[in-house]
């Protein structure tokens, strides 16, 4: 295999947007998960990131800007949006809002949607890189549609092997999970999926009846693509909600626990959400390296960001539909 991992540095960063602008996809890290990212106007870098994730085209991408200016010139924000951003921009806040039309993004990236996606991220290097191509790019999650997502520089050369050519390394995601999203498009507005930002604090920004959170997980296509029942999902069948492992399985274990041997990884030892997080998709993917009868996972709270947690795991766990 080709070596493609590069350490980040401003001459890799600097290559990486020559390839951006070229027309190849690089993969870099978010704060939230690694992504792969392409310039949003390029039909080609877009339909090239749908095959090699093997992404369904009705899937739509999330376009991430680097200011507001910026995202002004691809969406609409109504007053709400403006409140939301002062607040969470740059972070793990994606809004869903009506799509200007624009040559900056491709019809391709919002499976030909009137809405886009968007998100001003707050890792440094995505950042810079769109600083660098001064336009917006289009980036979904660095994993093979449906497979645990990609949180450091490894876990995306395990999904991508030799089909990318520029994976930067800039150590491992901090928060661990994709941003919470809000579609702005409707009222009462919808939080389509939940990350680090929770629904009470989205909530206490907007005024309490302004938010509800869609939990129906639906296999189909209509109001919410990407929300497909199962994702995240290990190669291993994954079962919730069990104390104590048994000697075929591998234990995603949380908190304190007496179960302590080669197949067990602890989310956090001290029970902190937050360090669970930042561990999750790590350990799902070394747990199903382990080729054990299951996987088999601790209770984890359903307080602050337990939620969206046992929402991914509660979707890894689906068998196929
Ligand atoms: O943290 C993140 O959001 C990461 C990093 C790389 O920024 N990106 C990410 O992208 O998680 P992805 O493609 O794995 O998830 C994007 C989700 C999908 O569920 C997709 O259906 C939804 O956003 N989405 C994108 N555009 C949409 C739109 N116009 N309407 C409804 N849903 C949309
Ligand atoms: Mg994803």
């Known amino acids: 295999m080709e070596e493609n991992i590069f350490k980040e540095t401003s001459k890799t960063k600097n290559l990486a947007c020559d390839f951006l ?4 996809i690089v993969a870099i890290k978010a704060e939230t998960v690694y992504g792969l990212v392409c310039d949003a106007s390029n039909q080609k870098s877009i339909s090239k990131i749908y095959q090699i ?9 999330i376009i991430h800007v680097n200011s507001k ?22 972070g793990p806040l994606t809004l869903i809002l009506p799509k200007r039309e624009t040559k900056l993004i491709h019809d391709k990236a919002t499976a030909g949607l009137k809405t886009v996606a968007v998100r001003m991220p707050k890792s440094r290097i995505f950042l810079e890189i769109i600083s660098l191509l001064q336009k917006p790019v289009a980036a979904p999650s660095a994993n093979e549609s449906g497979y ?3 949180t450091n520089a490894e876990h995306v050369k395990e999904s991508f092997g030799d089909n990318l050519k ?3 390394d800039s150590g491992k995601s901090t928060l661990g999970l994709e941003s919470t999203i809000i579609d702005m498009t409707k009222k009462p507005y919808l939080i389509r999926r939940l990350g680090i930002i929770t629904k009470e604090s989205i909530l206490n920004t907007l005024g309490i009846h302004t938010v509800l959170y869609n939990t129906s997980i639906s296999s189909n296509r209509p109001n919410s693509p990407g929300q497909l029942s199962k994702h995240y999902s290990p190669k291993t069948p994954l079962v919730l909600n069990v104390i ?6 591998a234990f995603l274990a949380f908190g304190k626990q007496l179960n302590k041997n080669n197949f067990t990884l602890n989310l956090s030892v001290d029970g902190n959400l937050k360090e669970a997080a930042h561990n999750l998709y790590d350990y799902l993917r070394r747990l199903d390296k382990m080729e054990k009868k299951r996987i088999v996972v601790s209770p984890i709270p359903y307080q602050g960001i337990g939620e969206a947690i046992n929402e991914r795991l509660k979707r890894a766990s689906k068998k196929n539909d």
């Open 53 to 61: 994730k093997k992404r369904p085209n009705f899937n739509p991408l």
């Open 148 to 150: 645990i997502t990609s």
């Open 69 to 90: 200016e910026m995202a002004d010139k691809i969406a609409f924000f109504n007053d709400d949006a403006v409140k939301l951003i002062k607040k969470y921009w740059p």
């Open 244 to 249: 104590k492992p048994k000697k075929n399985e």
């Open 21 to 24: 602008r070229k027309g190849e």
């Open 166 to 168: 520029i994976i930067i």
